[in-house]
DNA sequence: CAATAGAATTAGGAGTGCCTAACTTTTGCT
DNA sequence: AGCAAAAGTTAGGCACTCCTAATTCTATTG
């Protein structure tokens, strides 16, 4: 039987993972907000399962089982973040903890229905793209703006979407999907960048920064 | 902390209690599908948490901290199937066991957007009444069609909604909340019913009857 | 290459919620 | 009243998911 929390490990290990890096117990805890001890008694579970290849002291890799139970989750995450936007009209910084929870307890009827009422979107309300039912995913071609040099230009695809706090800031400054961009200035003392975005200009931190991938020009 | 689990016990003890009568170990294991055993832990830990005053051997009764904790999950319940009805265009006979779920999962926030959304409606798409955020709910006056007399006239004002097959049928026979019936003849032999509903007639069994109440004329 | 810091695992325990089997209390009937 | 059936509870166990503390393994570095 596939668990709440068995979802939420999965999906955690597929965004760590990236291109199939192996992922560390320590990573896992931090992100799930656990202990080492018990990511250690749970990936356990997950390889008996075959969710996940286990190599005692060397992290873990999802199967192909797993693969396909995270983009699963990853639709349904997705999905109900933009139904909440969309149809109910929340602001986006609240989604994702609801989302969190809903994503476990939404059926795949309700889900077709969800996803049939939006139009069958492409992406989520911060740009990530919305996995197929059958489980393809897009692969953005993306920088995080931290990473960029001055003179870059592009447009936002995706913000990340776990801190309300953070998300406010972004909409404030116009930082959100969709808005083109260009780093004018780094400080050498502390890589605050200087932005132009759309007919503004704004100053991002490196934290803010990394909060924000673009897709460059050309 | 409550759980999934105390929000259905506390729900269940709810409905069997009626005018506060005093709710059995057996009746619960019925209702909930689990064993007396399993109620008798969970009914002992409910007592703790104060939501029940449990009477050993004799049943429990709803505290007001219960009572108030229903009506809670009860208003969730009932907003959530009309919303998967009206927003979702969802089947009326699908949604108790969607909401089943939903109800534990869904933040204050989010069903507020939902009663908005839907107009703070006074009912669910099967006539029950919807308990207000406060925790007041209207106590309708009405028969249960299996216990009426030939002759009677009303108004079909609710049915129970637990049982997607039932609700087919009744949909189909048109008997819905709503509806205008009377009772022709009561059949001696097996106390099957003929009704007149609008402007068709139909024959129900008891244990049919027994789904649907209305309320009399006068 | 041995000491050691850091990462991971194991041991032991808790709360939740379910089960079966055994036991106790209540109830209904003669 | 007395006995048996029915109803309810307790005992013991399991799966899940988390915790702290103790232990073991890996990786770094002098
Ligand atoms: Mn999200
Ligand atoms: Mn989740
Ligand atoms: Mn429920
Ligand atoms: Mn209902």
């Known amino acids: 039987m596939v668990t709440n929390a068995d979802q939420d490990y999965v999906k955690a290990i597929y965004r ?16 799930l ?7 250690s008694g749970m990936l356990r579970k997950l390889d008996q399962a075959r969710m996940v290849n286990l190599r005692r002291y060397r992290g873990v890799r999802l ?49 077709a229905r969800i996803d049939k009422l939006l139009g069958s979107p492409q992406r989520d ?19 995080r703006l931290d990473q ?9 695809c995706e913000v990340s979407d776990d801190d309300p706090e953070m998300l406010r800031h972004l909409s404030k400054l116009g930082l959100i999907p969709g808005a083109r961009i260009d780093v004018r200035e780094i400080q050498q003392i ?22 924000v991938w673009i897709s460059k020009d050309q």
């Open 190 to 211: 502390d890589e605050t960048r200087l932005i132009g975005c759309g007919k503004k200009r704004c100053t991002v931190s490196p934290k803010v920064a990394a909060a």
């Open 33 to 39: 907000g656990v202990t080492s001890a018990s990511v």
């Open 16 to 31: 760590l993972q990236g291109q199939n890096r192996s992922v560390s117990t320590s990573s896992l805890a931090a992100t």
């Open 125 to 143: 309300p911060h740009g990530s793209p919305i996995p197929s039912p059958s489980g393809e995913i897009a692969l953005l071609d993306r920088v």
């Open 148 to 156: 960029t040099a001055p003179g870059v230009r592009g447009t936002i």
């Open 63 to 111: 199967t192909e089982r797993g693969r396909r139970t995270a983009l699963e989750v990853i639709r349904r995450h997705r999905l109900i973040e933009l139904f909440l936007v969309e149809i109910l009209r929340m602001p986006w910084e609240n989604v994702h903890g609801e989302a969190e929870r809903l994503e476990h307890a939404v059926s795949d009827e309700v889900l």
